[in-house]
Protein backbone atom coordinates (compact mmCIF):
# COMPACT_ATOMS: atom_id res chain seq x y z
CA UNK A 1 0.00 0.00 0.00
CA UNK A 2 0.94 3.25 -1.18
CA UNK A 3 -0.40 6.40 0.86
CA UNK A 4 1.70 8.75 -0.57
CA UNK A 5 2.55 10.43 2.77
CA UNK A 6 5.47 8.77 2.85
CA UNK A 7 4.93 5.87 4.48
CA UNK A 8 3.98 2.48 2.60
CA UNK A 9 3.34 -0.81 3.99
CA UNK A 10 4.06 -4.07 2.07
CA UNK A 11 1.60 -5.66 4.11
CA UNK A 12 -1.28 -3.61 5.28
CA UNK A 13 -4.76 -2.84 5.86
CA UNK A 14 -7.13 0.23 4.98
CA UNK A 15 -10.78 0.01 6.68
CA UNK A 16 -13.59 2.50 5.13
CA UNK A 17 -16.73 3.46 7.28
CA UNK A 18 -19.56 5.65 6.60
CA UNK A 19 -17.30 7.00 3.37
CA UNK A 20 -14.34 7.73 5.02
CA UNK A 21 -11.53 5.79 6.17
CA UNK A 22 -11.12 4.46 9.59
CA UNK A 23 -7.75 3.30 9.75
CA UNK A 24 -4.62 2.53 7.70
CA UNK A 25 -1.77 0.79 8.82
CA UNK A 26 0.42 -2.48 8.38
CA UNK A 27 -0.44 -5.95 9.16
CA UNK A 28 -4.30 -7.13 9.51
CA UNK A 29 -7.08 -4.96 10.39
CA UNK A 30 -6.94 -6.49 14.15
CA UNK A 31 -9.39 -4.82 16.51
CA UNK A 32 -11.72 -4.18 13.45
CA UNK A 33 -11.55 -7.58 12.17
CA UNK A 34 -14.74 -8.76 14.90
CA UNK A 35 -17.36 -5.81 13.00
CA UNK A 36 -20.21 -6.77 10.71
CA UNK A 37 -17.71 -5.78 7.93
CA UNK A 38 -16.99 -6.49 3.92
CA UNK A 39 -13.66 -7.85 3.72
CA UNK A 40 -11.73 -7.86 0.13
CA UNK A 41 -8.10 -9.64 0.22
CA UNK A 42 -6.08 -7.54 -2.12
CA UNK A 43 -3.27 -10.33 -1.89
CA UNK A 44 -1.42 -9.41 -5.37
CA UNK A 45 -2.31 -5.73 -5.08
CA UNK A 46 -1.29 -2.78 -4.65
CA UNK A 47 -3.40 -0.22 -2.60
CA UNK A 48 -2.92 3.62 -3.61
CA UNK A 49 -5.18 6.90 -3.66
CA UNK A 50 -7.86 7.28 -6.10
CA UNK A 51 -6.11 9.02 -9.01
CA UNK A 52 -7.08 12.98 -9.59
CA UNK A 53 -7.42 14.40 -12.71
CA UNK A 54 -6.69 17.99 -13.07
CA UNK A 55 -7.39 19.19 -16.85
CA UNK A 56 -9.94 17.73 -19.35
CA UNK A 57 -12.29 18.13 -22.19
CA UNK A 58 -15.02 15.89 -22.48
CA UNK A 59 -17.15 17.05 -24.87
CA UNK A 60 -14.00 16.26 -27.46
CA UNK A 61 -14.63 12.41 -26.99
CA UNK A 62 -17.10 12.96 -30.20
CA UNK A 63 -13.63 14.43 -32.71
CA UNK A 64 -10.76 12.04 -31.07
CA UNK A 65 -8.49 11.78 -34.03
CA UNK A 66 -8.90 14.61 -36.28
CA UNK A 67 -6.05 17.62 -37.30
CA UNK A 68 -3.45 14.70 -35.54
CA UNK A 69 -0.70 16.36 -37.48
CA UNK A 70 -1.80 20.28 -36.31
CA UNK A 71 -0.20 22.28 -33.81
CA UNK A 72 -2.31 24.29 -31.40
CA UNK A 73 -3.28 27.22 -32.93
CA UNK A 74 -4.07 25.20 -36.47
CA UNK A 75 -5.70 22.21 -34.21
CA UNK A 76 -8.16 24.73 -32.90
CA UNK A 77 -8.77 26.45 -36.03
CA UNK A 78 -10.11 22.81 -37.72
CA UNK A 79 -12.14 22.08 -34.58
CA UNK A 80 -13.69 25.01 -33.78
CA UNK A 81 -16.39 25.01 -36.45
CA UNK A 82 -17.38 21.06 -35.80
CA UNK A 83 -17.47 22.00 -32.11
CA UNK A 84 -19.96 24.72 -32.86
CA UNK A 85 -22.57 22.24 -33.52
CA UNK A 86 -22.44 20.57 -30.03
CA UNK A 87 -25.48 20.27 -27.61
CA UNK A 88 -26.53 18.87 -24.33
CA UNK A 89 -27.57 14.82 -25.63
CA UNK A 90 -24.07 15.48 -27.05
CA UNK A 91 -22.46 16.38 -24.03
CA UNK A 92 -23.88 14.26 -21.65
CA UNK A 93 -22.92 11.24 -24.22
CA UNK A 94 -19.52 12.07 -24.10
CA UNK A 95 -19.01 13.01 -20.61
CA UNK A 96 -21.02 9.62 -19.18
CA UNK A 97 -18.71 8.13 -21.34
CA UNK A 98 -15.46 9.89 -20.71
CA UNK A 99 -15.43 9.53 -17.08
CA UNK A 100 -16.46 6.00 -17.09
CA UNK A 101 -12.94 5.47 -18.97
CA UNK A 102 -11.10 7.26 -16.74
CA UNK A 103 -12.79 5.17 -13.92
CA UNK A 104 -11.38 2.51 -15.55
CA UNK A 105 -8.07 4.03 -15.59
CA UNK A 106 -7.74 4.65 -11.35
CA UNK A 107 -9.72 8.01 -11.53
CA UNK A 108 -12.14 9.01 -8.45
CA UNK A 109 -12.11 12.97 -9.12
CA UNK A 110 -12.14 14.71 -12.48
CA UNK A 111 -12.41 18.19 -13.70
CA UNK A 112 -13.91 19.36 -16.78
CA UNK A 113 -13.10 22.53 -18.25
CA UNK A 114 -16.10 23.01 -20.79
CA UNK A 115 -15.97 26.67 -22.95
CA UNK A 116 -18.03 26.40 -25.93
CA UNK A 117 -21.26 27.33 -25.58
CA UNK A 118 -22.27 27.69 -29.06
CA UNK A 119 -25.52 30.33 -29.79
CA UNK A 120 -27.54 29.43 -32.75
CA UNK A 121 -32.12 29.49 -33.08
CA UNK A 122 -31.20 26.64 -35.78
CA UNK A 123 -29.71 23.91 -33.72
CA UNK A 124 -30.30 24.99 -29.82
CA UNK A 125 -27.69 23.75 -27.73
CA UNK A 126 -29.51 23.05 -24.45
CA UNK A 127 -28.45 23.21 -20.84
CA UNK A 128 -24.75 22.11 -21.28
CA UNK A 129 -23.67 22.47 -18.02
CA UNK A 130 -26.29 20.46 -16.28
CA UNK A 131 -25.64 17.81 -19.14
CA UNK A 132 -22.80 17.41 -17.65
CA UNK A 133 -23.87 17.29 -13.93
CA UNK A 134 -26.46 14.25 -14.49
CA UNK A 135 -24.02 12.47 -16.45
CA UNK A 136 -21.17 12.47 -13.95
CA UNK A 137 -24.19 11.45 -10.85
CA UNK A 138 -24.82 8.33 -13.16
CA UNK A 139 -20.77 7.19 -12.97
CA UNK A 140 -19.78 8.21 -9.80
CA UNK A 141 -16.69 9.73 -9.81
CA UNK A 142 -16.15 13.03 -7.40
CA UNK A 143 -16.86 15.31 -10.01
CA UNK A 144 -15.10 19.58 -10.54
CA UNK A 145 -16.85 20.88 -13.51
CA UNK A 146 -15.55 24.19 -14.54
CA UNK A 147 -17.64 26.99 -16.06
CA UNK A 148 -15.89 28.33 -18.83
CA UNK A 149 -16.11 30.86 -21.53
CA UNK A 150 -14.64 32.73 -24.71
CA UNK A 151 -15.55 36.10 -25.64
CA UNK A 152 -13.27 37.23 -27.83
CA UNK A 153 -14.09 36.15 -31.23
CA UNK A 154 -12.50 36.42 -34.73
CA UNK A 155 -13.91 39.75 -35.36
CA UNK A 156 -11.93 40.91 -32.17
CA UNK A 157 -9.30 39.68 -33.11
CA UNK A 158 -9.15 36.05 -31.12
CA UNK A 159 -8.47 32.82 -32.63
CA UNK A 160 -12.43 31.08 -32.03
CA UNK A 161 -15.27 31.93 -34.80
CA UNK A 162 -17.55 34.85 -33.33
CA UNK A 163 -20.59 32.09 -33.22
CA UNK A 164 -18.66 30.31 -30.29
CA UNK A 165 -18.06 32.90 -28.36
CA UNK A 166 -20.47 34.88 -25.57
CA UNK A 167 -20.82 38.18 -24.85
CA UNK A 168 -18.86 38.82 -21.77
CA UNK A 169 -22.10 39.81 -19.72
CA UNK A 170 -23.46 36.91 -20.39
CA UNK A 171 -20.96 34.63 -20.11
CA UNK A 172 -20.30 36.20 -16.42
CA UNK A 173 -24.38 35.62 -15.62
CA UNK A 174 -23.83 31.82 -17.04
CA UNK A 175 -20.77 31.29 -14.56
CA UNK A 176 -22.36 33.00 -11.71
CA UNK A 177 -25.92 30.64 -12.27
CA UNK A 178 -23.88 27.49 -12.38
CA UNK A 179 -22.10 28.38 -8.90
CA UNK A 180 -25.56 29.06 -7.17
CA UNK A 181 -27.20 26.01 -9.14
CA UNK A 182 -24.55 23.40 -8.65
CA UNK A 183 -21.41 24.10 -6.60
CA UNK A 184 -21.23 21.97 -3.13
CA UNK A 185 -19.10 23.23 -0.52
CA UNK A 186 -19.17 20.41 1.80
CA UNK A 187 -16.43 18.01 2.91
CA UNK A 188 -17.78 14.79 1.34
CA UNK A 189 -19.10 16.94 -1.88
CA UNK A 190 -18.95 14.88 -5.09
CA UNK A 191 -19.82 18.56 -6.82
CA UNK A 192 -17.81 21.23 -6.65
CA UNK A 193 -17.75 24.32 -9.30
CA UNK A 194 -15.13 26.32 -10.33
CA UNK A 195 -14.52 29.78 -12.82
CA UNK A 196 -12.63 29.05 -16.03
CA UNK A 197 -12.19 31.52 -18.67
CA UNK A 198 -10.24 29.46 -21.59
CA UNK A 199 -7.21 31.12 -22.69
CA UNK A 200 -5.12 34.47 -23.29
CA UNK A 201 -6.16 34.13 -27.01
CA UNK A 202 -10.25 33.84 -26.36
CA UNK A 203 -11.06 35.75 -23.81
CA UNK A 204 -10.87 39.77 -23.21
CA UNK A 205 -9.18 41.14 -20.20
CA UNK A 206 -12.73 42.19 -18.74
CA UNK A 207 -13.98 39.12 -18.66
CA UNK A 208 -10.55 37.14 -16.99
CA UNK A 209 -10.82 39.97 -14.40
CA UNK A 210 -14.54 39.88 -13.51
CA UNK A 211 -14.25 36.06 -13.42
CA UNK A 212 -11.75 36.07 -10.77
CA UNK A 213 -13.79 38.52 -8.89
CA UNK A 214 -16.52 36.33 -9.19
CA UNK A 215 -14.89 33.70 -8.05
CA UNK A 216 -13.47 35.18 -4.70
CA UNK A 217 -16.46 36.59 -4.42
CA UNK A 218 -18.07 33.07 -4.69
CA UNK A 219 -15.60 31.60 -2.54
CA UNK A 220 -14.38 29.00 -6.01
CA UNK A 221 -11.54 28.23 -7.39
CA UNK A 222 -9.48 29.51 -10.72
CA UNK A 223 -8.85 27.44 -13.93
CA UNK A 224 -7.38 28.83 -17.72
CA UNK A 225 -5.19 27.51 -19.89
CA UNK A 226 -1.46 29.40 -19.71
CA UNK A 227 1.89 29.06 -21.40
CA UNK A 228 1.03 26.18 -23.33
CA UNK A 229 2.42 27.25 -26.85
CA UNK A 230 4.83 29.09 -28.22
CA UNK A 231 2.28 30.56 -30.55
CA UNK A 232 0.16 31.94 -26.96
CA UNK A 233 3.26 33.47 -25.28
CA UNK A 234 3.83 35.69 -29.01
CA UNK A 235 -0.10 36.28 -28.71
CA UNK A 236 0.33 37.68 -25.60
CA UNK A 237 3.55 39.69 -26.07
CA UNK A 238 2.61 41.45 -29.40
CA UNK A 239 -1.42 41.74 -27.96
CA UNK A 240 -0.21 42.12 -24.20
CA UNK A 241 3.67 43.07 -24.69
CA UNK A 242 4.11 40.80 -21.47
CA UNK A 243 4.23 36.71 -21.34
CA UNK A 244 1.57 34.96 -20.13
CA UNK A 245 2.35 34.83 -16.65
CA UNK A 246 2.77 38.34 -16.72
CA UNK A 247 -0.10 38.83 -18.20
CA UNK A 248 -1.81 36.35 -15.77
CA UNK A 249 -0.43 38.57 -12.72
CA UNK A 250 -1.86 41.96 -13.84
CA UNK A 251 -5.04 40.70 -14.29
CA UNK A 252 -5.18 38.69 -10.80
CA UNK A 253 -4.86 35.49 -12.04
CA UNK A 254 -2.01 34.28 -9.50
CA UNK A 255 -2.87 33.19 -6.17
CA UNK A 256 -3.32 29.77 -4.53
CA UNK A 257 -7.05 29.11 -5.55
CA UNK A 258 -6.03 29.03 -8.87
CA UNK A 259 -4.91 25.87 -11.17
CA UNK A 260 -3.36 26.63 -14.96
CA UNK A 261 -3.24 24.16 -17.40
CA UNK A 262 -0.23 23.08 -19.05
CA UNK A 263 2.55 25.46 -17.85
CA UNK A 264 4.83 24.40 -20.73
CA UNK A 265 7.12 27.86 -21.78
CA UNK A 266 7.90 29.13 -17.79
CA UNK A 267 11.24 31.06 -17.53
CA UNK A 268 12.84 31.09 -14.27
CA UNK A 269 11.04 34.09 -13.62
CA UNK A 270 7.58 32.85 -13.82
CA UNK A 271 8.57 29.45 -12.23
CA UNK A 272 9.53 31.67 -8.82
CA UNK A 273 6.00 33.58 -9.44
CA UNK A 274 3.61 30.16 -9.29
CA UNK A 275 5.48 28.96 -6.48
CA UNK A 276 5.73 31.90 -4.13
CA UNK A 277 2.04 32.53 -4.90
CA UNK A 278 0.39 29.02 -4.44
CA UNK A 279 -0.72 28.76 -8.00
CA UNK A 280 -0.96 24.89 -9.66
CA UNK A 281 -0.24 23.83 -12.24
CA UNK A 282 -2.08 20.63 -14.19
CA UNK A 283 0.52 18.77 -16.16
CA UNK A 284 -0.45 17.33 -19.48
CA UNK A 285 2.27 15.31 -20.88
CA UNK A 286 0.17 13.60 -23.64
CA UNK A 287 -1.44 15.90 -24.83
CA UNK A 288 1.70 18.23 -24.75
CA UNK A 289 3.66 15.73 -26.71
CA UNK A 290 0.60 14.71 -29.72
CA UNK A 291 0.55 18.88 -29.87
CA UNK A 292 4.37 19.53 -29.82
CA UNK A 293 3.66 22.17 -27.35
CA UNK A 294 6.79 20.89 -25.63
CA UNK A 295 7.93 20.02 -22.48
CA UNK A 296 6.70 21.04 -19.07
CA UNK A 297 9.42 21.80 -16.21
CA UNK A 298 7.98 19.60 -13.62
CA UNK A 299 11.08 19.43 -12.09
CA UNK A 300 11.73 22.99 -11.82
CA UNK A 301 7.72 23.42 -10.71
CA UNK A 302 8.03 21.00 -7.85
CA UNK A 303 11.46 22.78 -6.80
CA UNK A 304 9.73 25.69 -6.30
CA UNK A 305 6.52 24.64 -4.37
CA UNK A 306 4.42 24.64 -7.10
CA UNK A 307 1.49 22.60 -6.48
CA UNK A 308 1.70 20.00 -9.98
CA UNK A 309 -1.09 17.63 -10.54
CA UNK A 310 -1.67 15.54 -13.99
CA UNK A 311 -4.58 16.09 -16.67
CA UNK A 312 -5.57 13.83 -19.42
CA UNK A 313 -6.53 17.18 -21.20
CA UNK A 314 -8.99 16.77 -23.73
CA UNK A 315 -9.35 14.01 -25.63
CA UNK A 316 -9.26 15.41 -29.38
CA UNK A 317 -5.63 16.12 -28.15
CA UNK A 318 -4.82 13.27 -26.25
CA UNK A 319 -6.86 10.24 -28.07
CA UNK A 320 -6.12 7.46 -25.10
CA UNK A 321 -7.94 9.64 -22.67
CA UNK A 322 -6.94 7.53 -19.69
CA UNK A 323 -5.18 9.00 -16.50
CA UNK A 324 -3.64 6.09 -15.38
CA UNK A 325 -1.21 6.36 -18.45
CA UNK A 326 -0.25 9.38 -17.17
CA UNK A 327 1.66 8.11 -14.65
CA UNK A 328 4.35 7.09 -17.00
CA UNK A 329 4.51 9.81 -19.56
CA UNK A 330 5.03 12.00 -16.57
CA UNK A 331 7.89 10.26 -15.76
CA UNK A 332 8.89 9.78 -19.06
CA UNK A 333 8.64 13.22 -20.27
CA UNK A 334 10.45 14.75 -17.65
CA UNK A 335 13.60 12.89 -18.08
CA UNK A 336 13.35 13.44 -21.72
CA UNK A 337 14.00 17.08 -20.72
CA UNK A 338 15.99 16.82 -17.79
CA UNK A 339 17.73 13.26 -17.14
CA UNK A 340 16.62 9.88 -14.95
CA UNK A 341 16.88 12.41 -11.73
CA UNK A 342 14.37 14.44 -12.92
CA UNK A 343 11.58 12.27 -11.56
CA UNK A 344 11.08 9.45 -9.66
CA UNK A 345 8.08 7.00 -9.77
CA UNK A 346 6.83 7.86 -6.17
CA UNK A 347 6.79 11.75 -7.25
CA UNK A 348 4.84 10.91 -10.32
CA UNK A 349 2.67 9.20 -8.15
CA UNK A 350 2.25 11.95 -6.12
CA UNK A 351 1.60 14.38 -8.58
CA UNK A 352 -1.59 12.22 -9.45
CA UNK A 353 -2.87 11.56 -6.17
CA UNK A 354 -2.49 14.20 -3.46
CA UNK A 355 -0.88 17.03 -6.00
CA UNK A 356 -4.16 17.12 -7.96
CA UNK A 357 -5.64 17.19 -4.36
CA UNK A 358 -3.93 20.17 -4.03
CA UNK A 359 -5.02 21.97 -7.25
CA UNK A 360 -8.15 21.41 -6.84
CA UNK A 361 -8.41 22.70 -3.40
CA UNK A 362 -9.50 19.40 -2.06
CA UNK A 363 -6.00 17.83 -0.10
CA UNK A 364 -7.79 17.94 3.44
CA UNK A 365 -10.24 15.18 2.19
CA UNK A 366 -8.39 13.25 0.17
CA UNK A 367 -5.84 12.70 -2.12
CA UNK A 368 -3.60 10.42 0.18
CA UNK A 369 -4.19 6.99 1.98
CA UNK A 370 -5.06 8.99 5.64
CA UNK A 371 -7.70 7.91 8.86
CA UNK A 372 -10.50 10.55 8.46
CA UNK A 373 -9.75 11.13 4.87
CA UNK A 374 -12.33 10.77 2.01
CA UNK A 375 -12.55 6.86 1.23
CA UNK A 376 -11.15 7.28 -2.74
CA UNK A 377 -9.25 4.30 -3.47
CA UNK A 378 -7.63 2.34 -6.07
CA UNK A 379 -6.23 -1.06 -5.79
CA UNK A 380 -4.69 -2.00 -8.58
CA UNK A 381 -3.36 -5.52 -10.00
CA UNK A 382 0.37 -6.71 -9.65
CA UNK A 383 0.65 -10.42 -10.29
CA UNK A 384 -0.05 -10.80 -13.80
CA UNK A 385 2.38 -10.85 -16.66
CA UNK A 386 2.47 -7.29 -16.86
CA UNK A 387 3.76 -6.54 -13.54
CA UNK A 388 5.50 -9.78 -12.33
CA UNK A 389 8.90 -9.92 -11.43
CA UNK A 390 9.15 -6.07 -10.34
CA UNK A 391 9.61 -6.18 -6.63
CA UNK A 392 9.07 -2.68 -6.36
CA UNK A 393 5.06 -2.10 -6.25
CA UNK A 394 5.24 1.88 -7.18
CA UNK A 395 7.86 1.19 -9.53
CA UNK A 396 5.55 -1.74 -11.13
CA UNK A 397 2.68 0.62 -11.47
CA UNK A 398 4.60 3.78 -12.85
CA UNK A 399 7.10 2.15 -14.82
CA UNK A 400 5.19 -0.60 -16.51
CA UNK A 401 1.86 -0.74 -18.52
CA UNK A 402 -1.42 0.27 -16.37
CA UNK A 403 -2.00 -3.35 -14.51
CA UNK A 404 -5.49 -3.73 -13.83
CA UNK A 405 -7.40 -2.08 -11.60
CA UNK A 406 -9.01 -4.62 -9.24
CA UNK A 407 -11.13 -1.80 -7.27
CA UNK A 408 -12.16 1.83 -7.53
CA UNK A 409 -14.10 3.51 -4.94
CA UNK A 410 -15.11 6.65 -4.51
CA UNK A 411 -16.65 7.76 -1.04
CA UNK A 412 -16.53 3.82 -0.42
CA UNK A 413 -18.66 3.12 -2.71
CA UNK A 414 -17.70 0.57 -5.35
CA UNK A 415 -17.38 2.31 -9.12
CA UNK A 416 -15.10 -0.68 -10.56
CA UNK A 417 -14.88 -4.03 -9.80
CA UNK A 418 -12.21 -6.61 -11.22
CA UNK A 419 -11.63 -4.03 -14.09
CA UNK A 420 -15.46 -3.49 -14.69
CA UNK A 421 -17.43 -0.66 -14.49
CA UNK A 422 -20.12 -0.75 -11.74
CA UNK A 423 -22.20 2.24 -12.41
CA UNK A 424 -22.88 1.83 -16.12
CA UNK A 425 -22.95 -0.50 -19.19
CA UNK A 426 -20.01 0.59 -21.08
CA UNK A 427 -21.27 -0.64 -24.30
CA UNK A 428 -24.04 1.61 -24.16
CA UNK A 429 -21.99 4.17 -23.15
CA UNK A 430 -19.97 3.47 -26.44
CA UNK A 431 -22.82 3.28 -29.03
CA UNK A 432 -24.15 6.44 -26.82
CA UNK A 433 -20.81 7.94 -27.66
CA UNK A 434 -20.92 6.59 -31.71
CA UNK A 435 -24.11 7.99 -31.98
CA UNK A 436 -23.06 11.87 -30.80
CA UNK A 437 -20.15 11.62 -33.32
CA UNK A 438 -21.98 10.35 -35.87
CA UNK A 439 -24.37 13.18 -35.70
CA UNK A 440 -22.14 16.13 -34.74
CA UNK A 441 -20.08 15.47 -38.08
CA UNK A 442 -23.38 15.08 -40.13
CA UNK A 443 -24.14 18.82 -38.83
CA UNK A 444 -20.80 20.09 -39.55
CA UNK A 445 -20.84 18.99 -42.60
CA UNK A 446 -24.63 20.64 -43.36
Given at each position: MATVT????????????????????????????GEQIRMIDATGCLVTPGLVNTHHHLYQWATRGMAVDRNLF?????LYPVWAHIDAPLVEAT?????????????TMSMDHHYVYPHSTEEPAGDLFAAQVDAARRIGLRFHPTRGSMDLGESQGGLPPDRIVEETDAALAAT?????????????STLRVAVAPCSPFSVTPRLMTEAAELARRKGVRLHTHLAETVEEEEFCRKTHDCTPTEYAERLGWLGDDVWLAHGVHLNSDAIGRLG?????????????????????????????????GLGVDGPASQEAGRLGDELRQSLLAARLRGGPAALTAREALSMATIGGARCLGRDAETGSIEKGKLADLAVWRLDGIGQVGMDDPVVALVYGAQPPLELLLVGGETVVRHGELQTGDTDTLARGLRRAHRQLMKRARA
Open positions: GEEYLDGHVVVRDGRIAAVGSGHAGRFSDWLTETAAGLAWLALSGCEEAIDRWHDPSPDATGTGVAHCPSSNGRLGAGIAPVRQLLDAGVPV
